[in-house]
């Protein structure tokens, strides 16, 4: 009997040694994660706690979560059993930002005026894309077709949300999922990193920052790091030693959901080999310029007013929200909402080399360096935004480029056909791109 109760005793302790040492310091990612989310999918996309719970949060690990809404508040609390509490806060004009060691109410506190546009114009008497009237006048296409082609990519199993067709400037076909719209903000992911590439194009275009120039990090002098360019940053050729694995903990999981500091935390990433020997992913290489960018701004007011006011704004991104970190400093690499026609005006964006309604918004020449690969990326990547030069998608034109992001965010840049394929959604698993790219440019004259 003493020995049953000595096994019996063992597999508890085991299993309690097991909790606190491996799952104790994930449970904040989980709750992290739901907290995060929930908060901007309620107050940023109008959606309801019961179907974020169920579409965001409803499978595997993130389903254990338990999550509070304080709509006094505007905040979402989740735990995991009770243990690993995060909460997020909403704030006008800045989305949500999910809180670590500062409370909600010191966040609160940080100065922030919501930018208020001064606008008279009726945008539904204004076609696309500087207002949101569709009008077709392309006798080229089988609209029949192509429509039945958009009512093809969905369904439970493909997850997809969203597929928008511009051409020449126009809206050829568009469909949403039961229950989103036109509308209805969603979030692009990584897709935000292209969001960075512009908004450092942006400096770059005032002379606050250079492409060849190397970063203002006072750490980095001190060891190999100060060969860094922001170049490599750009393209994802810094050498900085990075684990980019959502799976588990690792340097991801901890900038997006541990720290009210990413920019503080990814330039901590230690040397690994020279910069630009190895293309690497990661997205605390995104956060590292976007904390740049804030650097090259005099105060924290009109970097925080800046996306809205230089970029979204100017191209008609009334929808668009870039959400900070609880440090102050825009989360470069994830988390940027708008509509999917918005998604698609920043894909026109890059379309029409930076120029928008014939004012030159990005910089001359900034879209051609942007779209030009990375040294060691073997044609894979440009400046924070995917090419198809190694012919990833066959499909498409090697010219193609696109802005991509997880669960299957995509916009897709065609110059040869002078046209944005934009597709958004909770799951890539069952999706097939390159069949979306073949189907759609078999129903699309080229441009001329």
């Not at 929930?38 to 179907?51: E, F, I, P």
């Not at 719970?53 to 508040?73: R, V, Y």
């Not at 060969?227 to 994802?236: K, P």
């Not at 894909?347 to 918004?361: F, K, M, P, S, T």
Request: with cysteine; glycine share 8%; proline share 4%.
């Amino acid at each position: 009997m003493k020995t049953i109760k000595y096994i019996v005793l063992t597999l508890v302790l085991a299993i309690i040694g097991f909790a606190i040492v491996y799952l104790g310091p994930r449970l904040p990612v989980i709750s992290g994660f739901a907290a995060k989310n929930m908060c901007s999918c309620v107050y940023l996309s109008g959606r309801t706690q019961a179907s974020v719970e169920s579409e965001e949060l409803g499978k595997g690990l993130l389903s254990m979560a338990s999550n509070t809404i304080n709509e006094d508040q505007k905040t979402v609390t989740s735990t995991v059993f009770g243990f690993g509490k995060q909460t997020a806060v909403y704030r006008e004009g800045l989305g949500c930002t999910l809180v670590n060691s500062i409370s909600p109410e010191a966040l609160r506190q940080q100065a922030y005026t919501p930018v208020q546009t001064m606008d008279t114009v009726d945008y539904d008497t204004i076609p696309f894309p500087y207002g949101s009237q569709i009008v077709l006048s392309d006798s080229t296409t089988d609209l029949t077709a192509l429509n039945q082609l958009l009512d093809q990519q969905f369904g439970e199993s493909l997850g997809t949300r969203a597929v928008v067709v511009v051409k020449d400037g126009q809206i050829l076909a568009e469909k949403y999922a039961e229950g989103y719209d036109a509308d209805t903000r969603q979030l692009g992911w990584s897709m935000a990193k292209s969001v960075t590439n512009a908004m450092f194009g942006l400096r770059v275009g005032k002379s606050k920052l250079a492409i060849s120039t190397k970063p203002d990090i006072s750490a980095w002098q001190q060891d190999e790091r100060k060969a860094i360019t922001h170049d490599h940053l750009l393209r994802m050729s810094s050498g900085l030693h990075w684990e980019e694995d959502y799976s588990d903990l690792s340097d991801a999981t901890r900038l997006l959901y541990k720290r009210d500091d990413m920019f503080g935390y990814a330039i901590t990433a230690p040397y690994g080999r020279a910069p630009g020997e190895e293309w690497y992913y990661s997205s605390g290489t995104s956060n590292i310029l976007s904390g740049l960018i804030r650097q090259s701004f005099d105060d924290q007011e009109t970097y925080l007013q800046f996306p809205k006011k230089e970029l979204f704004d100017k191209i008609g991104m009334r929808s668009a929200i870039f959400e900070p970190d609880a440090d102050g400093t825009f989360v470069g690499s994830s988390y940027v909402w708008a509509t999917p026609r918005d998604w698609a005006r920043f894909g026109l964006l890059y379309l029409n080399d930076g120029i928008w309604d014939n004012e030159r918004i990005l910089p001359s020449g900034w879209v051609g360096y942007s779209v030009s690969p990375a040294p060691a990326s073997k044609g894979l990547y440009g400046a924070q935004i995917w090419l198809n030069k190694s012919s990833d998608l066959p499909a498409a034109p090697t010219n193609m480029f696109y802005f991509r992001g997880y669960q299957g965010q995509r916009v897709f840049v065609l110059p040869s056909h002078n046209m944005v394929v934009v597709r958004l959604g909770i799951s890539e698993d069952n999706y097939d791109f390159n069949a979306l790219l073949k189907d759609v440019l078999a129903l699309v004259t080229p441009a001329n």
